[in-house]
Every structure is written in C-alpha cells, then in structure tokens.
C-alpha cells in the first residue's frame, strides 16, 4: 500500500507579515488627503468594455487608454466585429489611436473574445454580476494575458467587489512604509492587502485610489516629497530620504 503524501499548507501571508498597528491609521490619512468622498458603488453594464479598457491600460496613459478603447468603439458596433476583423484589424485601430504594445494587446483582446466566443458561445460578461467573487476571479484569469491585478481591476471597478489591485505606486508604498518584505512582488503585495484589509468595497476603493495618487504625487519613485507627506511620521523610510535631501 502506498503511503499517503503528506499535505502542504500555505501559511497566510498575513501571519508571516502580520498587519502593522498603523495600517488603520495609514488608511484614514490617505482617504482624508486624497478621497474624502468616494463614489456610489455602481455596476458597469458590460464588464467585458471594462476588462478591454483594462487590458489597453498596461503600461499606458489613462488618456491613451481612453483614446484608444473610443477608438476601437467606433470602429467596431459590437465585439463581435473585432473578433471577425482579427489582430491585425485590431492593431490597426489601436495604432491610429497612438500608444505602444498595440500588437501585443491587440493580440490579447482577440483572444479573449476567442476563448470567450469558444466556451461561452458569446461576447458578453454580463452574468458576471451574478456570480460570487471567487467565480468571476476563476472566469477572468482563465482568459489569455488576465492576470490577478487585471482581474482585480474588473472586480473592483466593474463589478463593484471589495478587490484589492496592487500597481507599481501601491507595492513602492507597501514597502516604504515596511507593511510587507522588500523581496516581495506585487502579486505577493496584492495577496497580503487582500487578507488584511476589511472586505469592504468602499474601504478598499478608496484606500486603491487614494495610495496610487499619493504615489504619483508624493511618495515618487525617484525624490519623494517626504516633507510634505501625511504620513511622514508613521513612514520608516521618511528619515532615510530626508536626511539624502539636498542641502542637508
């Protein structure tokens, strides 16, 4: 008789960086300075217009993002249009709009409408509203090039779900302020936030978009304003770039 495998189990990530008594306080400074009133919650009509815009966002301008999903609006009535028009249409189109990557999205969006055409039998998301939180994520990164963070975003701003998606200003600020280890990426990043704040949809949206603008504005890759910081003194890394600040 073959003895059984013995079985592994992950240990949380939260309990290998428990929260930060701070967090809490971290949230409200950056809700007051950044969102003090988030918006009503709302669900989008298609999410599949919202998981598109999404994919043309990677590594672009929110303004290209918006040109090139109006463009490909105008140039195609409904996704089945793109679908029949192929990659290479779809290049094109993003193309004329401006912005990079456009064959690798293109190549991106056409493929989701394939598989989705091909298990789904049509083009829509629409019964996503319908379903739990943990089947949308299953069904999203199930399409080709939808990661976590993509399937994040779907969630929390098209399906009005309490996601967590973690980018680049959110992970530099994670690990400023030492929440998480320094070795850890953004999926790990995004984990975490996910097992350690509130499920609330209103929580997280706000505490999304608020750290993402205090990254663009203050906590800056390169030279952060950490004399104009709300959050200078609950920071660990503040006292380091101040004292590498000119002058001193």
């Given at each position: 008789m073959t003895a059984a495998r013995?079985?592994?189990?992950?240990?949380?990530?939260?309990?290998?960086?428990?929260?930060?008594?701070?967090?809490?306080?971290?949230?409200?400074?950056?809700?007051?300075?950044?969102?003090p009133t988030p918006p009503t919650p709302r669900q989008a009509a298609e999410p599949l217009d919202g998981l598109i815009s999404t994919i043309l966002s990677q590594q672009n301008t929110a303004p290209i993002t918006r040109r090139q999903f109006a463009g490909l609006k105008a140039?195609?009535?409904g996704w089945e249009a793109a679908l029949a028009d192929g990659p290479d249409g779809?290049?094109?189109?993003?193309?004329?709009?401006?912005?990079?990557?456009?064959?690798i999205k293109a190549d991106y969006i056409w493929n989701v409408l394939h598989q989705l055409e091909e298990t789904r039998g049509g083009l829509s998301?629409?019964?996503?509203?319908?379903?739990?939180d943990a089947e949308v994520r299953a069904l999203l990164q199930s399409l080709p090039g939808v990661g976590m963070k993509t399937a994040s975003c779907v969630l929390l701003f098209d399906l009005a779900r309490p996601a967590m998606p973690v980018d680049t200003h959110?992970?530099?600020?994670?690990?400023?302020?030492?929440?998480?280890?320094?070795?850890w990426n953004a999926v790990?990043?995004?984990q975490w936030f996910d097992e350690v704040l509130p499920r609330s949809w209103?929580?997280?949206?706000?505490?999304?978009?608020?750290?993402?603008?205090?990254?663009?504005?203050?906590?800056?890759a390169q030279r952060p304003l950490?004399?104009?910081c709300v959050l200078r003194e609950l920071c660990p890394s503040a006292g380091i770039f101040l004292s590498e600040a000119p002058g001193r």
């Amino acid at each position: 008789m073959t003895a059984a495998r013995p079985r592994f189990t992950r240990t949380p990530l939260s309990e290998q960086a428990p929260p930060s008594p701070a967090l809490p306080e971290i949230a409200r400074r950056l809700a007051e300075r950044y969102l003090p009133t988030p918006p009503t919650p709302r669900q989008a009509a298609e999410p599949l217009d919202g998981l598109i815009s999404t994919i043309l966002s990677q590594q672009n301008t929110a303004p290209i993002t918006r040109r090139q999903f109006a463009g490909l609006k105008a140039a195609y009535p409904g996704w089945e249009a793109a679908l029949a028009d192929g990659p290479d249409g779809i290049e094109a189109v993003l193309k004329a709009a401006g912005g990079g990557l456009s064959r690798i999205k293109a190549d991106y969006i056409w493929n989701v409408l394939h598989q989705l055409e091909e298990t789904r039998g049509g083009l829509s998301l629409k019964d996503t509203r319908r379903m739990n939180d943990a089947e949308v994520r299953a069904l999203l990164q199930s399409l080709p090039g939808v990661g976590m963070k993509t399937a994040s975003c779907v969630l929390l701003f098209d399906l009005a779900r309490p996601a967590m998606p973690v980018d680049t200003h959110i992970w530099r600020l994670a690990r400023r302020l030492e929440l998480v280890p320094g070795s850890w990426n953004a999926v790990k990043v995004e984990q975490w936030f996910d097992e350690v704040l509130p499920r609330s949809w209103k929580g997280r949206y706000t505490f999304h978009v608020a750290a993402i603008r205090h990254g663009r504005e203050t906590c800056k890759a390169q030279r952060p304003l950490c004399g104009e910081c709300v959050l200078r003194e609950l920071c660990p890394s503040a006292g380091i770039f101040l004292s590498e600040a000119p002058g001193r």
